[in-house]
């Protein structure tokens, strides 16, 4: 019985996130291939630009924002998550931020600068707490 309530339970979920998905392209966010968007996160639709890149995963209670709300935002501001990205729990992403692609960030981070490739970002304000080597390079030195 617990085998089938957990496949049921995973069905809904992958469900529900395809649902979401689809929706939030149709309100113009860009979303690449493979992606996966907890029914609790939030991404901002009403104004500015969202580009997500493939493979990406963000969780539950993450905010994604594309404009602050109090002040205009110039046209060519854009929110990007790059491929590969993980975005855990509770964490904020504020506009115009660029997310480099292999990049982590950790529950409760406030995202408010660009974060580079191939890192861990963790705190508020995020700030950069490991620094991951590319598997390109781990492959060519061995």
Not at 8 to 36: D, E, H, L, P, Q
Not at 63 to 83: F, K, N, Q, W
Not at 106 to 130: E, L, Y
């Amino acid at each position: 019985m617990r085998r089938f309530a957990h496949k049921t339970r995973s069905r809904a979920v992958k469900w529900i996130s395809f649902v979401r998905i689809r929706y939030y392209r149709f309100m113009g966010i860009t979303i690449g291939k493979n992606c996966f968007i907890s029914s609790d996160a939030r991404l901002d639709v009403r104004r500015g630009k969202i580009t997500i890149g493939d493979n990406v995963n963000i969780a539950s209670g993450t905010y994604v924002l594309s404009h602050t709300g109090y002040r205009p935002m110039a046209e060519e501001v854009e929110t990007v998550i790059e491929d590969n990205v993980r975005i855990f729990v509770n964490s904020v992403i504020l506009p115009g931020v660029r997310i480099g692609r292999d990049s982590i960030v950790g529950a409760g981070s406030v995202v408010m600068r660009d974060v580079p490739p191939f890192s861990t970002v963790m705190g508020n304000p995020a700030r950069v707490v490991q620094q991951q080597e590319p598997e390109d390079n781990k492959k060519s030195s061995t």
